[in-house]
């Protein structure tokens, strides 16, 4: 009887879902097979490095989705003649970054 490694792929996915009835995928096969002993290492390595680098181009490309669909719901809210209150321009502004609101 001959001893055989089996090897699984993986993917990485994420699912974007609203309240719209819209849904987008968001999907990466990694090439690197998953290791299938513990003590590969060299294996282990290979496959984690291009997990997380699959993460870093998944990540990008949710956030280019996300900016998309805000301009989109902007733009229809606009379209609409609705405006955008103080306090989600405020937040807008300021996305990205710490803010410390003044008690005083």
Do not use: C, W
Not at 54 to 67: P, R, V
Not at 76 to 94: D, I, L, Y
């Amino acid at each position: 009887m001959s001893s055989q490694k089996l090897h699984h792929s993986a993917s990485l996915h994420a699912v974007y879902t609203s309240p719209r009835p819209t849904t987008h995928l968001f999907q990466h096969q990694l090439s690197s097979p998953l290791p299938s002993e513990s003590n590969d290492v060299k294996a282990k390595t290979a496959y984690l490095s291009e997990l997380k680098n699959l993460i870093t181009t998944l990540q990008g490309e949710i956030n280019t989705f996300l900016t998309e669909r805000m301009e989109e719901d902007k733009k229809s809210a606009e379209a609409q003649g609705k405006k955008v209150s103080e306090q989600e321009a405020k937040e807008e502004e300021n996305y990205g970054e710490e803010v410390v609101e003044d008690d005083a």
